[in-house]
């Protein structure tokens, strides 16, 4: 009996160690992982939810990404944008929702106490320490540098199973069905889509007063001698990066991000970026590495310059209406003091539970 007891002591002291090996092992593990996401400035996955209400009934078809920044001062952008694009379509859509670490708490009441509650949704965590001593510190660009503007240059750590992704900034609505913007197909060899500055809807005369058409001399010094060395044409016509349909593979073969990165790190030595008629830090890379290589998106998917003034008499209601997808690209938002068709974005809008966030025109508790 004695013997007995001496094995199963044994027995059991051995079963602890054998689990506490495991544990040792699982938890390193981890460590590493972690360690090797955040030297790529992101923790992926942070979080996924989804609502009873799906399990029960999932969305079929293949799932499209879509990849959306958070900022805490423009989180109601965020949540009308993500309504609009689930709203609009029956498509499996998984939202890639890219915050920093004190925004998240917030952002997840307002995904699990409103409406949006039966979105399917992730949360990456953005490492903003990413970023030190690679960007300019210039008075004039700070604003324009907050660090979430980079996340599209991380696309595949973001999404590494897909093979295609939507990019979307914050101050869109999405009116048509995101699934035809996914099936937009790339040309071979091509990392992604963008809508350039001179697309055929101004050239159609669908806009009236189409305003500046915007082109590489508006954000890059060509007297710079890196930028000579490319032999890009100054005249060449701008894109938009607020929508970007991303080619994953392509993206990951091609190292864009690395092209991105280094770009971004030698403006900081050699102020490549024009001082005169751009405000946007994040741009140039971009116009640089997809110069000429980039593939074109339909300009109804992309109405952009509603933030800028004058844009109510640029765009007719009608047009608007007709319009795919909005883009309040400028200083005028749609939840700030003053913007052209506020009540399109307004439709989109769903009110902050916590009630820290509120469109400025209008008074706590308005509806």
Not at 32 to 48: C, I, Q, R, Y
Not at 253 to 281: F, P
Request: contains cysteine; proline residues 5%.
């Amino acid at each position: 009996m004695t013997l007995r007891r001496v094995n199963v002591v044994i027995l059991v002291l051995l079963a602890l160690a054998f689990l506490i090996i495991v544990q040792r092992n699982l938890l390193n593990l981890s460590d590493f992982l972690h360690k090797e996401n955040t030297d790529a400035g992101v923790v992926l996955p942070f979080e996924s939810e989804l609502s009873p209400d799906l399990r029960l009934e999932p969305r079929k078809g293949e799932e499209i990404p879509v990849l959306i920044t958070a900022a805490e001062d423009r989180l109601g952008a965020v949540v009308a944008a993500m309504n609009s694009v689930y709203s609009n379509s029956k498509a499996n859509v998984v939202f890639h929702i890219v915050t920093l670490n004190d925004t998240v708490d917030h952002l997840k009441v307002w995904l699990s106490k409103t409406t949006l509650k039966n979105i399917k949704y992730k949360i990456v965590i953005f490492k903003p320490e990413l970023l030190n001593g690679k960007i300019s510190k210039e008075p004039q660009t700070l604003d324009a540098e907050k660090p979430l503007t980079f996340a599209r240059y991380y696309l595949p750590l973001y999404i590494p199973e897909a093979e295609k992704a939507i990019y979307l900034d914050d101050d869109i609505i999405v009116q048509g069905d995101i699934q035809e913007l996914y099936e937009i197909t790339l040309k071979p060899g091509h990392a992604a889509a963008f809508s350039d500055d001179c697309d055929s809807v101004s050239a159609k005369g669908i806009i009236r007063g189409a305003g500046n058409q915007n082109n590489y001399i508006g954000f890059l010094d060509f007297k710079k001698e890196a930028i000579k060395k490319l032999g890009m044409r100054a005249n060449t016509c701008s894109f938009n990066p607020g929508v970007i349909i991303a080619n994953l593979t392509e993206w990951k073969n091609q190292n864009i991000t690395g092209q991105l990165k280094h770009w971004k790190e030698l403006n900081t030595k050699e102020d490549l970026y024009s001082n005169t008629l751009a405000e946007s830090v994040t741009t140039p890379p971009l116009l640089i590495v997809f110069y000429k290589r980039h593939s074109t998106i339909d300009p109804m998917w992309h109405i952009r310059h509603l933030g800028l003034t004058g844009a109510g008499n640029r765009y007719s209601p009608q047009f608007v209406k007709a319009a795919k997808l909005l883009h309040w690209n400028g200083h005028y938002k749609p939840w700030g003091r003053t913007s052209s068709f506020t009540e399109v974005w307004d439709k989109w809008y769903i009110p902050d539970p916590t009630g820290k966030f509120h469109p400025v025109r209008k008074h706590i508790g308005d509806k």
